[in-house]
């Protein structure tokens, strides 16, 4: 009895690493991604100068000019710092009780996790009910994984979309002011260039589907878990516990291996068909 005892309280304790670990790894993305949306924004704020330089008259071009300048030059130092030192300062609390040093990357958090994940697993390993513990246990990594990916396809679908719109309308605007200003003249066909590469990025790596079938198989995991916690639906009539088990993972599984089916055909060109087809 002792012994169960201490092995629950040891997987609680890797769970809860688990959980700080997942919070660490949410601060560094988002740190990173601040740094690279700063270079973005500096970039685009040096663009900003260059045309208002080009359009605006003498009087008073200098200060916005000079303004646009200062913005972008301070916001890719930002972005080149937060990438040059993508190191994560953590607390001597999260430090001591993760065993790990105040400053760490990426890489040392996601060894570090992997490390804690399989530890956990390893506590389920005498019977094949063990298996389905920690396979039932593994569920909420898994989810929050989807749920990761799937934001992480919709950012880059709604970058590359927004993109194609507003390039398209700027590039069509900047044609007609090139006209009467030539040193517009080239700004139009690099617009184009990032318009078409952005419409054959989404195209091929297919982020609207990718995000949506990550949600899709996200959602409808939580709602089999919901039911099977709350004895409804197609468990509502069954007494027998183990039976019910079953038939949660039978389900959570088959959910699991369309969501890799359909990231494999995701993956897979797109085929033209011929005529003949």
């Not at 301070?74 to 990438?83: C, W």
């Not at 790990?100 to 530890?119: G, M, P, T, V």
């Not at 246990?137 to 979309?161: C, G, K, M």
């Not at 899709?216 to 019910?244: F, G, H, M, P, S």
């Given at each position: 009895?002792?012994?169960?005892?201490?092995?629950?309280?040891?997987?609680?304790?890797?769970?809860?690493?688990l959980?700080?670990?997942?919070?660490?790894?949410?601060?560094?993305?988002?740190?990173?991604?601040?740094?690279?949306?700063?270079?973005?924004?500096?970039?685009?704020?040096?663009?900003?100068?260059?045309?208002?330089?080009?359009?605006l008259?003498?009087?008073?071009r200098?200060?916005l000019?000079?303004?646009?300048?200062?913005?972008?030059t301070?916001?890719?130092?930002?972005?080149?710092?937060?990438?040059?030192?993508?190191?994560?300062?953590?607390?001597?609390?999260?430090?001591?009780?993760?065993d790990?040093?105040?400053?760490?990357?990426?890489?040392?958090?996601?060894?570090?996790f992997?490390?804690?994940?399989?530890?956990?697993?390893?506590?389920?390993?005498?019977?094949p009910a063990?298996?389905?513990?920690?396979?039932e246990?593994?569920?909420?990594f898994?989810?929050?994984?989807?749920r990761?990916?799937?934001?992480?396809?919709?950012?880059?679908?709604?970058?590359?979309q927004?993109t194609?719109?507003i390039?398209?309308?700027?590039?069509?605007?900047?044609?007609s002011?090139?006209?009467?200003?030539?040193a517009?003249?080239?700004?139009s066909?690099?617009?184009?260039?990032?318009?078409?590469?952005?419409?054959?990025?989404?195209?091929?790596?297919?982020?609207?589907?990718?995000?949506?079938?990550?949600?899709?198989?996200?959602?409808?995991?939580?709602?089999?878990?919901?039911?099977?916690?709350?004895?409804?639906?197609?468990?509502?009539?069954i007494?027998?516990t183990?039976?019910a088990?079953?038939?949660f993972?039978?389900e959570?599984h088959?959910?699991?291996?369309?969501?890799?089916?359909?990231?494999?055909d995701?993956?897979?060109?797109?085929?033209?068909?011929?005529?003949?087809?």
């Amino acid at each position: 009895m002792s012994s169960a005892i201490t092995e629950e309280d040891d997987v609680a304790e890797l769970s809860l690493k688990l959980a700080t670990l997942q919070a660490l790894l949410r601060r560094h993305r988002s740190r990173r991604q601040r740094g690279i949306l700063g270079i973005v924004l500096g970039l685009t704020f040096f663009a900003g100068a260059y045309t208002i330089w080009q359009l605006l008259p003498p009087g008073d071009r200098l200060t916005l000019t000079l303004t646009c300048l200062a913005g972008g030059t301070a916001l890719i130092a930002y972005g080149i710092y937060v990438k040059r030192y993508p190191d994560l300062q953590i607390s001597d609390r999260e430090s001591l009780f993760l065993d790990l040093n105040k400053h760490c990357s990426q890489a040392d958090l996601e060894l570090q996790f992997q490390k804690i994940r399989n530890q956990r697993r390893r506590t389920w390993i005498a019977t094949p009910a063990d298996h389905q513990s920690s396979y039932e246990d593994d569920l909420e990594f898994y989810v929050a994984e989807l749920r990761r990916n799937s934001i992480r396809s919709r950012r880059a679908n709604h970058v590359t979309q927004m993109t194609t719109i507003i390039g398209s309308l700027a590039a069509t605007g900047i044609s007609s002011l090139s006209l009467s200003v030539t040193a517009l003249q080239w700004i139009s066909p690099i617009i184009t260039f990032i318009v078409g590469a952005a419409s054959g990025i989404a195209a091929y790596f297919k982020f609207r589907d990718r995000g949506f079938y990550s949600q899709q198989t996200a959602n409808a995991i939580d709602q089999e878990v919901a039911a099977y916690r709350l004895k409804i639906r197609r468990y509502k009539e069954i007494d027998d516990t183990e039976r019910a088990r079953e038939m949660f993972l039978e389900e959570v599984h088959r959910l699991r291996v369309e969501q890799e089916n359909r990231e494999q055909d995701l993956d897979q060109p797109v085929k033209v068909k011929g005529d003949g087809e």
